[in-house]
């Protein structure tokens, strides 16, 4: 036992929390078959923490200790709540092994991938998904959560409820799926990463402060994906992608928190130790001949990176790029990332033509389209209509410096 | 867990049930379906039902029994059977389900039996 600071047991305790709050979750909610249960039996024990440690002192195992208690929490809650007899025998077994994990003081195993793949089942309402990871894994609550995805935070905490219940309810699979499946659903878990990442992305730099960013949050989750399934390039190459777009991150605004486009920004502002790792992790996917989404648009993120050591950048490789990534997961955003490099490449004519060939009701809505179309029928002279895509493009636009930067090219020309 | 397996049928399923063409092939992709059930060891019961047109619904309302003619719900797809099983979670429950001849042409539904 350590001595028994208070400072020092509350920093333990959070640091006990951040570290292997997923993995103690996952660890009680595979063997209880119940998130919600394992997350409640958690959080009694890191209260009983927050009392136990300042006067006893820090455990020298400190996740064996909240281990010990949250177990013994959930076999409480079993025997007092409205549990379904058929949940008890479940429970013993998570209470025995438990024990016995805690008498060999053994690590207990890490178990966070099941619980990924339980988070991102194709049972589970997609929209649900992040956030649920975001819950279960990392420990965020329901209000942090619900500020990123701007709903209220009560509707957020019943949401969350709710899917916790169909998980136990359904009866939801506690395992990482086999070889053959695996493929197919580690896409969910991934998008549902990525769209935890998005949800910070679009708030640069705090701009809104109601909308926190959850970047970090989606890094993490990356690597841990990363470190556990290493044999899945996919997992890289979304590691890689999130990493090029944090390390750009600090040059996407100038002094005076204006918008900079990722062609005028400063390349000594982007964070090249991050690059790096940007570049290592997707060399390591590529190793495996296994080309997909993330790898293609983590690629294009590379390619756009070389700017900052070569000085120009390679627009007609961009636009092989998007081409690869447009056959493989046809997005409009992919696509009209291809118009705009195939306008660099090859003229704004050929740009406009991408751009007009894509469906209208895809486009309708979509910001970047106008943002891009207006920029390169501008630069054809169709003034007319280069203002009436700006405009459309202002309205769609959710960030205030992007409005600002563009009402400005609008005025300008 | 017991799941029950409910089974959505369009209007060329339930055709195809008498039509001189198709019903072989219909009724034994579900004579091999439920065979597979059973060898499997989880089938715990189930029946297919007679077509939409023949059933009655009934609602009590102020004390007034209403009966009408055909399916509760007009929908494009309608309740042709039900098979119950017993399997360990939902996973091999959506397994068994995406086997059903019905989840290639209309829909199956998995739920979780109550436990009572």
Redesign the interface.
Known sequence: MNTGDPHDAHRAAELAARASYGRLVAYLARRSRDVAAAEDALSDAFVAALAAWPRDGVPDKPEAWLLAVARRRLLDAGRHATV???ALPALHAVIDEADGAAARELAFPDERLALLFVCAHP?IDEGMRTPLMLQTVLGLDAARIAAAFVVPAATMGQRLVRVKTKIR?????F?VPDPRELPARLEPVLEAIYAAYGSGWEDVAGAEARRAGLADEAIWLGRLVTRLLPNEPEGQGLLALMLHCEARRPARRDVTGGYVPLSRQAVARWNWPMIEEAERTLLVAAHAGLPGRFQLEAAIQSAHAQRGRTGRTDWDAIALLYEGLVRIAPTVGASVGQAAALAEARGAGAGLAALDAMPPAAIASYQPYWALRAHLLAMIGRADEAARAYTRAIGLSEDEAVRTFLAGKEGAR | ?K?TILVYENATDFSSRTDERRKEAYWGAYRAYTQALQTAGVMVGGAGLQPPPVGTTVRQRDGKRQVQDGPYAETKEQLGGFYQIDV???????DWASRCPAASTGAVEVR?NL?M
């Open positions: 379904a007899a058929r049972a309810d359904a009866g939801i699979r395992e | 867990m799941y360990p979670d939902l996973d091999t429950a959506l979780p436990v």
